[in-house]
Each structure stands twice: as structure tokens, then as C-alpha cells.
């Protein structure tokens, strides 16, 4: 195996658990928003995500209440959106601040950070969150403060997850050849388009999942099975 100078890391089932995404803080930013966007829609960056969010549904023109029940559909339907992905971030910031949750991290990922840092490797994520509620996600988690883990941060700005380029593009933007990266996800078409761009995987199949019987990617039960 190529030497590994890197770690890439989805959040997501593979630090963190599906559930605290998907049952804490999407639920909190869907029961806030509607006042979010009335209190804060004035304000410049809250504005432009607005904007964005309306160009991407090829809306010319749409009254405030309308924006705000879009945006609610696509919190629904988990919409990739990157103009979402901001306004949730900036809900959530308010939430871990006020001490409403701490992010969920799997019992071992703290520790095994930590060596990995020691060991000299860079440590990268790459989420379909926004990069500030990722810096906000892990540093208001369970563990403490891990930000000092991270030398850098990827969202949907980068390019989608599912997508060979999005990696390629990660690879040039730490300035390390892909053969040297290993990239850490529960979810298979990530992995798929991260090996296309030559990157090393890492397919996280936490218990109670069961393993996958014809793997395309060398599968992990958790972070201390693998070593990079």
C-alpha cells in the first residue's frame, strides 16, 4: 500500500452518528428557521444565501414566505443544497452556543485523531455541511474541542461528494498526490468517485449494519481498525 500523508473524513456515519444529524439538529433548524429568516433576512450574508437559494430553484422573484417554505421542503427531502447547508449552519451556531446539544462523536474517533495527528498525518473534512457548521460540529462536540485535529475543511463549494472531481480537487487544493490520501465515508458512491480519483478508501460499516458481503473498498467496523 502507498504510504498514507493524509486523512479525508465524511462526518456522518462515519465520525458521528446518522441519528444526531438527522433527529437533533435538522430538526432544530427546520422548527427555527421560518423566525431565523424574519429576524435575520436583512442582513447581508443571510441575504445572499436567500438569494442563492432562489436562484437554484429558478426563482425570478418570490416573496420571503415563499423562500422559507422552500427552503423547509428542502430540509424534507435532505437537499444537498450548499445556500441551505449556510442558513442551517448559522441556526445550528446559535444552538451549540446557547448549549441546546453537543455533537455526537463515536467513542474511539477522538483518540484515534489524536494519534494520527501524532503521527504526523494531515487530517481534512469533507461534508456536505458547510464548512462553518463543521468547524461549529467539531468543536462543540461530546470529545471537547477537536479542531486542532483539522488542517482544513471541504463542503459542497468543493463539488459533490459523488462526483471523481470534487476529489480531485480537495487532492490540489492540500497540494498531495491522491495516491497518497485516504478518504473515510459510510457511503459507497463516495468512496466510488474518490477512488476514481485515486484516492485510497476506507468504507465505514458500523454495527449494527451488517458487513457487505462483495466489497468494492476495504471495509472498517470503526476508526481503530484502520491503519493508515
Do not use: N
Request: hydrophobic share 40%.
Amino acid at each position: 500500500m502507498t504510504t498514507i500523508r493524509a486523512i479525508v473524513t465524511d462526518i456522518e456515519g462515519t465520525t458521528s452518528s446518522i441519528s444526531f444529524v438527522k433527529d437533533v439538529l435538522f430538526p432544530y433548524a427546520r422548527k427555527r428557521l421560518p423566525a431565523y429568516v424574519e429576524t435575520h433576512g436583512d442582513k447581508p450574508e443571510v441575504q445572499h444565501w436567500l438569494h442563492e437559494a432562489a436562484k437554484e430553484a429558478g426563482i425570478v422573484e418570490a416573496s420571503r414566505q415563499e423562500i422559507i417554505e422552500l427552503l423547509l421542503s428542502w430540509i424534507d427531502e435532505d437537499r444537498k443544497s450548499t445556500a441551505l447547508k449556510a442558513l442551517q449552519g448559522m441556526i445550528w451556531k446559535d444552538g451549540y452556543e446557547d448549549g441546546d446539544y453537543r455533537a455526537h462523536i463515536y467513542p474511539e474517533v477522538s483518540a484515534r485523531l489524536h494519534a494520527w495527528r501524532g503521527e504526523g498525518l494531515h487530517l481534512y473534512v469533507y461534508s456536505s455541511g458547510s464548512v462553518p457548521s463543521q468547524r461549529l460540529f467539531f468543536g462543540y462536540s461530546e470529545a471537547g474541542d477537536l479542531t486542532p485535529m483539522f488542517a482544513g475543511y471541504f463542503d459542497t463549494e468543493t463539488g459533490p461528494k459523488r462526483e471523481r472531481a470534487s476529489y480531485e480537487r480537495i487532492a490540489a487544493a492540500i497540494d498531495e498526490q491522491p495516491g497518497h490520501i485516504l478518504f473515510l465515508s459510510d457511503i459507497v458512491e463516495e468512496l466510488d468517485a474518490a477512488q476514481a480519483a485515486g484516492f485510497q478508501t476506507a468504507w465505514l460499516v458500523r454495527p449494527p449494519q451488517a458487513l457487505p458481503e462483495q466489497p468494492r473498498h476495504p471495509v472498517y467496523r470503526d476508526f481503530d481498525a484502520i491503519t493508515p
